[in-house]
């Protein structure tokens, strides 16, 4: 028997196939661009089409931390992109502490692009380590050279999926290729005396992380893992401490979306973490994972059936951390809007 929240996700997922970005950033959509009412559409980045991003594509999936999946749409295999940002930092807590860690890179928004010289005039650190810079300098704590943090990165994102992922080297390759800016700011970085590791060796095992291949399903086990304190929910392993496991979704909340996170906040209200592949993780502590793909993507470097995903979700399910309501029962709730008729 098909569940209520498999055929509200299943509906959702057709009705956002339709859904494009808005012409400006501001725009006002008829019912928030699910309806696909909108004229202008976001575009797919060369660089994804290398592991075979397609226009159609759209997947979403939900993992409760007692290991409970539903999943719809595509299961198509993509870069996990800046999302492993999320686990290197809290890779890199759990290595060296919190206090340490704090000391390098600091946990504060910064309301710029991604790839932005975020770094602070005074201390010399990072913004944040969900920025490219930061994730660097994070990178650059997993050990002390580059097979031993490469690996390190490797072992976490495997755990948190529950699985062992494959690096798309195709990706990693042309990455390495037009990877000027970020080999700048880790040279940046060592020229404020804020890293001492090579800069082009860092950013190399930096980029590696970033082409490892998740599937909507494991993002929503990460996403989940995060949730439940740090340990994965299909196998039960101690991926993360509960603190760097809590540290990791306070900047999520604050600085995953980048140069977006103000909107999503007050629109989805879960911390969340996007990468320029399509996929968004989100979480709702000690209860369940969330995940998205969807490689068309908006001026901020976001999803933009994604962002209309987590959008509707959080406004159907009553999931904005903020509300001052008590989550409810996923399975309940599904099927009360579908009896009602307010599903998609």
């Known amino acids: 028997m098909t569940s209520a929240l498999t055929t509200y996700l299943d509906r959702l997922s057709i009705a956002l196939s339709t859904a494009t970005a808005p012409e400006t950033p501001d725009a006002v959509l ?178 590696e992380g970033c082409a490892v291949l998740t599937t909507v399903t494991d993002l929503a086990v990460m996403a989940a893992t995060l949730a439940s304190g740090g340990t994965n929910p299909l196998t039960g392993e101690k991926v993360f401490s509960r603190v760097a496991a809590r540290q990791v979704l306070s900047v999520m909340l604050t600085c995953g979306m980048y140069d977006n996170a103000g909107d999503w906040v007050s629109d989805v209200g879960l911390p969340a973490k996007s990468g320029v592949g399509g996929g968004i993780i989100a979480a709702l502590p000690s209860r369940f994972g969330i995940a998205s793909y969807a490689p068309q993507l908006d001026q901020h470097g976001n999803s933009v059936r994604g962002t209309y995903f987590f959008e509707r979700l959080s406004q159907d399910f009553a999931l904005h951390m903020l509300d001052g309501a008590v989550p409810r029962d996923l399975e309940e709730c599904a099927r009360e809007l579908i009896e009602v008729g307010t599903h998609p």
């Open 30 to 207: 008829p019912d928030r661009g699910i309806s696909g009412d909108a004229e202008a559409g976001g575009g797919i980045p060369d660089l994804s089409y290398l592991s075979g991003a397609r226009e159609d594509h759209l997947g979403v999936a939900v993992c409760t931390i007692d290991g409970q999946i539903t999943s719809a749409g595509t299961d198509h295999a993509f870069p996990v992109q800046s999302i492993s940002k999320a686990f290197a930092y809290g890779a890199a807590i759990d290595l060296h502490g919190m206090d340490y860690v704090d000391s390098v890179v600091d946990e504060e928004p910064t309301g710029e692009e991604f790839n932005a010289l975020s770094i602070d005039a005074h201390s010399k650190k990072p913004k944040n380590p969900l920025v490219n810079i930061g994730a660097i300098r994070s990178h650059a704590m997993l050990g002390p050279t580059q097979a031993e943090r490469t690996q390190r990165l490797r072992d976490v994102l495997d755990a948190a999926a529950g699985r062992p992922l494959q690096l798309h080297s195709a990706t990693r390759d042309e990455e390495l290729t037009m990877a000027d800016r970020n080999l700048a700011l880790a040279y940046m970085l060592r020229a404020a005396g804020s890293m001492s590791e090579d800069a082009a060796e860092v950013v190399g095992g930096y980029i």
